[in-house]
């Protein structure tokens, strides 16, 4: 008997470390289509990750559902609502109700992370299986860029690549090259560079804070994992998040000075070695790709990207107060009814989350998500005072995510940006904070 329970506690343990490591994968099983061509907001499909979370949820709710709700989570179930509603005003009720439904797992999700996992699973296995897939990314997406086109990894979910295939994320580098950017097993390269964002970050707190015995091969070998994971990072060219990457190390570094969090003499020893070999990647990057940065430092409003996310942004606040939303998952629909006879490929979301919820699921929708957000960070903040380095991490991990809402959408319309996000706000948590605080 004790021998079955051991099993079962196991694979379930080794299932969760799995969908740590599956994040990026697009594996899935398209169920229904709108229209004859595919458009990945027109349609209705099954995740292998799906699945890991249903089985995770099965050993979840068969174990305990008892958990206390805090301020901000009835905020979140009060978006969850009105999301619900919404979609009483959809023109695709097919889609409306499946997005509505993802949204119900992701919620779920965050649920099961925060009251259920973090007290559950090892947090340093955790980061290792976070780990293991953002080096396995890395591999991939640097080898795109050298190769210009994909692998045909089609059972992982790796996109067909070409710099000549319309809507595939390119850019013209300043000797007039076409340079395509890499997408890992992502849907993008922008979805990318957060997963990538996320994964280095990970490294920062598990190099920093587990505890090892001093081994300088095995401290090489990590060092050399990181320098890997932050040259594909920078390969990315997203230029939101890397951004945003570097503000955040800035701040870090500040906090480190003026805070007084940094005692340890071994974690000063760490920092240094990560400080040195971020600073050699930044050098060879730079020598490499100079005429790539170039290109991808000068934004101009003409630039296409710019230009649509200007549109949709434009198109979504231009028809007065909305209300109740054209229904959750339908920007998409609503849009070709506006604006009909272009390119496929121009129906997307509205590329700012807040936009997006307002637009689908109105200002009773968009007001109750900012709450949420906002009773999140402030229980969190009240809870651990800010005293540790982990504690202000965590939070600037979830700044930046939520300031990365603002230029895209991918957070809340695709399965790997859904994961990374709602995994995140889960993790404002002292559970998580008191984790690592342990050994620190």
């Known amino acids: 008997m004790k021998e079955s329970f051991f099993m079962i506690k196991r694979a379930e343990e080794l299932l969760f470390y799995l969908l740590l490591f599956s994040i990026p994968f697009q594996t899935r099983l398209i169920l229904w289509q709108q229209n004859w061509y595919f458009n990945e907001w027109q349609a209705v499909s099954l995740y292998g990750t799906d699945l890991l979370l249903i089985i995770l949820f099965y050993f979840w709710f068969k174990t305990s559902l008892k958990f206390k709700l805090q301020i901000q989570d009835y905020f979140l179930l009060l978006f969850l609502l009105f999301s619900g509603l919404s979609i009483l005003n959809a023109d695709s ?4 109700t499946y997005q509505f439904l993802k949204l119900t797992e992701f919620v779920l999700f965050y649920f099961y992370i925060k009251n259920y996992a973090l007290g559950k699973f090892n947090v340093f296995n955790s980061f290792a299986a976070v780990l293991i897939g953002g080096f396995f990314q890395a591999i991939i997406s640097i080898g795109q860029f050298i190769k210009q086109s ?3 990894l089609r059972l992982f979910g790796e996109t067909l690549l070409s710099p000549e295939i319309p809507g595939i994320a390119t850019f013209i580098n300043t000797v007039g090259e076409k340079i395509l950017r890499p997408y890992g097993t992502t849907s993008h390269p922008n979805i990318l560079a957060a997963y990538l964002f996320v994964v280095v970050f990970t490294f920062y707190a598990y190099f920093l804070y587990k505890r090892r015995t001093e081994n300088k091969k095995r401290e090489y070998a990590l060092l050399a994992f990181y320098g890997i994971l932050l040259f594909a990072f920078l390969l990315t060219f997203s230029r939101t998040v890397i951004f945003i990457f570097l503000i955040g190390l800035f701040i870090r570094w500040i906090l480190l000075l003026f805070k007084g969090l940094l005692r340890k003499e071994r974690l000063k020893i760490r920092i240094s070695r990560i400080a040195t070999v971020s600073l050699l990647v930044g050098i060879i990057f730079s020598f490499l790709y100079w005429s790539e940065i170039k290109s991808r430092a000068s934004i101009s409003s003409s630039d296409e990207a710019v230009a649509l996310r200007l549109y949709y942004n434009n198109e979504s606040l231009k028809y007065g107060v909305n209300l109740t939303g054209v229904g959750i998952g339908n920007f998409t629909n609503w849009l070709m009814e506006k604006n009909p006879y272009q390119e496929r490929w121009f129906y997307q979301p509205v590329h700012n989350i807040y936009l997006l919820i307002y637009s689908e699921t109105g200002l009773f929708g968009v007001a ?22 982990p504690e202000y991490s965590v939070l600037l991990m979830v700044a930046s995510v939520l300031f990365i809402g603002f230029f895209d959408h991918f957070l809340l319309t695709l399965q790997q940006g859904r994961l990374v996000f709602w995994l995140l706000l889960a993790m404002l948590n002292t559970n998580y904070t ?7």
């Open 150 to 152: 994909d692998f045909g």
């Open 93 to 96: 009720m097919v889609i409306s």
């Open 368 to 389: 109750f998500f900012l709450l949420f957000l906002i009773y999140l960070i402030k229980t969190f903040i009240s809870e651990t005072g800010l005293k540790t380095v």
């Open 434 to 440: 008191q984790k690592i605080a342990h050994h620190t």
